[in-house]
């Protein structure tokens, strides 16, 4: 049988409510799919400079690096906002995306029948299977380019670079053509290459990645277009492949159109096996501790954990659909409509656990 090492990291706000809630999805899937998982866990974010100084302990590293995969709460907080840059919780976030080679960052933004009308895009222009894949690139570009501030004509100025070497632009388009070839065989490339050299650079070698895949259809676009195509034909989109910058961007409006943040999971791959899984939201610190927080992005979260990093494609889809089901009647506060039942976080995570 199967046994799967994970590393817990819950981090701060509601992230120990939600992956709690995770957990016991977990577990039941892999009762119901004959594997097994131990559990670690480990410091990261605010919770990690409390008890250590800072937001990323060498031990949270080892950890994670030890085990198959990483499922991730939230971090950050108010009682940490006055600490330096480079020591606030985000700057964990950052750190260990670093340390774990996590170079793509994969949201989908699916919208589930139930909850169609909490998209704000009118339901014609939605159709009834939206279900675009954003692959961003997540360690290089303006980001982590060089950056500095000068004087230009004796005034203050502040400069960033954009740049991406040929083997980074490959191994992201590799991640976004194989994931296409088990989707709908279309991948969209974003750039601005127009006017950016680091964008033209982009497009020939993404061009030259494609020929790897005869059956996928590649389109380019620029990012502006793409922004504005997001909302007018979301449904024209299968898997968009974009740099850090634009892929930031993007991946917002595209959650956006599938409505509440509290439903949208992600994956961070580093190429092998190991994954970092968490939810799109924040640590949500206005309502912590109050057990209303919705669980479902981190329960979607286990649920490509276990397609991606575990191959348990099956289990990952029961999850999905216990999740559908269970939505047609029950939802949380954040996306309460008026007929539903009104339950907790808890309670969610009972249910989804039920149906399965
Ligand atoms: P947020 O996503 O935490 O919250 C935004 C709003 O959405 C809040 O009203 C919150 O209550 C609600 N919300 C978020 N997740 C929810 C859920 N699962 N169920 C119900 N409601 C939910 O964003 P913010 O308020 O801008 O940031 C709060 C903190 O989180 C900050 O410290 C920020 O830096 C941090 N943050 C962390 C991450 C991360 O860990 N990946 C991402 C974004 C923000």
Redesign the pocket.
């Not at 991730?72 to 108010?78: E, K, Q, R, T």
């Not at 209303?292 to 981190?298: D, E, G, H, S």
């Given at each position: 049988m199967n046994n799967y090492k994970i590393t817990l990291l819950k981090?701060?706000?509601?992230?120990p409510e939600?992956v709690n809630q995770a957990v016991k999805v977990l577990d039941k899937a892999a009762e119901k799919f004959d594997f097994t998982v131990t559990y670690d866990e480990a410091l990261l974010?605010?919770c990690a400079i409390d008890a250590t100084g800072v937001p990323l302990p060498e031990e949270t590293v080892a950890k994670c690096k030890a085990s198959d995969s990483v499922l991730?709460?939230?971090?950050?907080?108010?009682k940490?906002?006055n600490q330096p840059g480079n020591n606030?919780?985000?700057a964990g976030?950052l750190g260990i995306r670093g340390a774990l080679g996590l170079f793509a960052n994969l949201r989908p933004s699916v919208i589930f029948g139930p909850l169609k009308s909490a998209s704000p895009i009118k339901d014609d222009i939605i159709g009834d299977n939206m279900d675009i894949m954003i692959v961003r690139e997540l360690t290089g570009g303006i980001y982590f380019g060089e950056r500095g501030r000068k004087e230009v004509g004796g005034q203050p100025a502040a400069w960033d670079t954009e740049q991406y070497t040929v083997p980074e632009i490959e191994r992201i388009a590799r991640v976004a053509f194989d994931l296409a070839m088990k989707r709908d065989k279309r991948v969209t490339s974003v750039d601005k290459a127009n006017v950016l050299e680091s964008s033209r650079l982009w497009r020939e070698t993404v061009i030259r990645v494609s020929r790897d895949y005869p059956e996928v259809t590649l389109n380019h676009m620029y990012v502006d277009n793409c922004a504005m195509q997001l909302v007018r034909n979301p449904k024209q989109f299968d898997v968009i492949v974009t740099s850090n910058i634009f892929g930031d961007i993007l991946s917002d409006e595209a959650s956006m159109i599938a409505g509440?943040?509290?439903?949208l999971a992600s994956a961070s791959l580093s190429g092998g096996k190991l994954g970092l899984y968490?939810?799109?939201?924040?640590?949500?610190?206005?309502?912590a501790g109050q057990n209303?927080?919705?669980?479902?992005?981190?329960i979607l979260s286990v649920a490509m954990m276990l397609r991606y990093s575990l191959g348990q494609s099956e289990a990952a889809e029961a999850i999905e659909a216990a999740v559908s089901e269970v939505l047609k009647t029950n939802r949380?506060?954040?996306?309460y409509e008026e007929g539903m039942t009104k339950v907790t976080?808890e309670e969610m995570g009972d249910l989804v656990c039920a149906q399965l």
């Open positions: 981090g701060d706000g509601i992230g939600i974010g605010g991730l709460g939230a971090v950050g907080g108010p940490w906002d606030r919780p985000e976030l509440s943040i509290g439903m968490e939810p799109i939201h924040g640590s949500a610190p206005d309502i209303i927080a919705n669980p479902l992005a981190t949380t506060p954040d996306i976080c």
